[in-house]
Each structure stands twice: as C-alpha cells, then as structure tokens.
C-alpha cells in the first residue's frame, strides 16, 4: 500500500523516544505487507521439496511470465510441482536415469499462443539439454484428475542422456503411457493405450509402409515393435533403457542397429523378423 500524505504521521516535532517508536511501527507494517504479498508476475517459482521430501534431486523452476490470464496462471504452481514431485520420479523409475548429474536444475518457460517465440505451427513445446519451452495449451491448461502435467518434453531432457537416436521421438508411446499411469492420470493412461493398440493393429499398417520412403521404414518399424512390446507387457518399457547401449554413432543404420539390439534382447529374439521385413538392416 502506497504511503500518502495524509497517512503519514507528522513526526517533526515528536521527542526522540516516540519518533524511535514510530519508525519501529513503520518497519513492522512494511514488513508485514511484505510477507503478505503474492508472488509478482515476473518471478520464477521455484520447487525444491515435495512431500516427504525435504530436499529433491533436481530443482525445478518456472517461468510463467508469458502468460496473462489469471486463471491459466492459477494452475503454474499445480503444474511445476507436478512435473517435480510426479513426473520427473516416473520418469526416473521408468529409465533409471540420474537425471541430476546432468541436469541439477530444469527450467520451464510457458507462453501464451500469442507470446510464442517460435515459428507458429509446430508442436506447441522444445526441450533444451535441462530446460522446456510450452504452450500454455500443452502445459498449464491441460486438465487430468491429477492436475496439469508435461510428460512430452520431460522425457526429451531424459532421453538427452541416452545417446544419438535413430528417430527423434523413438521409445516416447510406451514411455509417455507408463508415466501416466505411474502419475496416477488413470484416464489419459487408458485412453493412450487405446490409440496405441489401434495404431500398431492398423489393418492398413502394411500399405503404410509400403508408401513409406525407404529411409524411413526401419525407424517406423521401430516405433511400431517397441508398442508391440509394450501391449504385450507394459514392463517392457523399463527394460528399454536399461538394455540399450549407450552410443552417439552419426551413421543412421548405426543407431537403427543399437535400438534394435536392445529390441531383440527385450523380446528375446521375437522382434528381429518384424523389424528385418520392415526396412531395418542386419545388425
């Protein structure tokens, strides 16, 4: 609250004493107000403990500056909290990645559509080696019985440490379904599990690939055997990252033939005649 000229006491001509005393009271009230006074637009919040935990691995901060509606704003707490406390340990059990050692803080940064500095008409969210970039959108204004949550760009920052991917999103069905259903989103696992089933028994599935340049069969193959996998039993995801190699191979055939290493070793040996007649070389 502003200090007018009409609620500023006249202390000219108190004696020492009570001018002391009303310089204390002063202080006081400044510092009450202080207290009492919400976070401003422009500051990060900043999650360093969650339930149970006084101290986590990883501090997560949020940049919520971009966007302007309060309501929208309302849920940037509930988001980064989230992606702390529910995500970022689902994704840890999931990978078993020390994500830390790599990235001791991870920042958000969440922008209105309008405020968006990228090219329009991407995918509404980029990950950094230790930071993410959303739009609200996608971020603080999805609605799940658990609140809002990231689980697309969190796992890019995971996968950061895995090594040179034969496809940018390789492993991402199954790892993003098992952090739902690790969350608690019970809805959203359900629904994306059904999808996936849909897409990997496409009856067009071959004629799909049939079209498809040559190049892009073996990682598409891919795609479709670690959902394969991961219906059969979702476990199988967890077993990905802990069987893979890690390697940063420039040669795509290099790093087609790690992932389908790992493939085979997981469904020992099943995935190996759908992934050799589906575009992938021999490894």
Known sequence: ???????????ASRPGRARRAAALLSALAAGALA???????????????CPGQQRIAVT???????????????QCRPFIENQACKVFPAYRRITGIDLEKACPEITYTVYDKDQWPHPQGGEGGQAGRCSAELLSQFSVLIDSAVGPYDVHE???????QIGSLPYSHILFGPS???????????????AGFARLKKEVFDPNLEQQFARMKPELRCPMAEV???????ISDPKAVYAYYRELEIGWQKDQAQREARFNRMFAKVSEGRAKKFLLEHGCAPW
Do not use: K, W
């Open 176 to 190: 993003q379904l098992e952090a739902r259903r690790e969350i608690g989103d019970r809805y959203g696992y359900e």
């Open 35 to 49: 207290a009492a006074a919400p976070l401003r637009a422009d500051e990060p919040i900043v999650v360093t403990s």
């Open 154 to 160: 969190l796992l890019h920052i995971y996968q950061s």
């Open 60 to 74: 997560f901060r949020l940049d919520c500056s971009h966007v302007r509606d309060p309501a929208a704003r309302a």
């Open 1 to 11: 609250m502003a200090d007018s000229p009409r609620m500023r006491p006249h202390l």
């Open 224 to 230: 479709n055997e670690e959902a394969r996998l991961y």
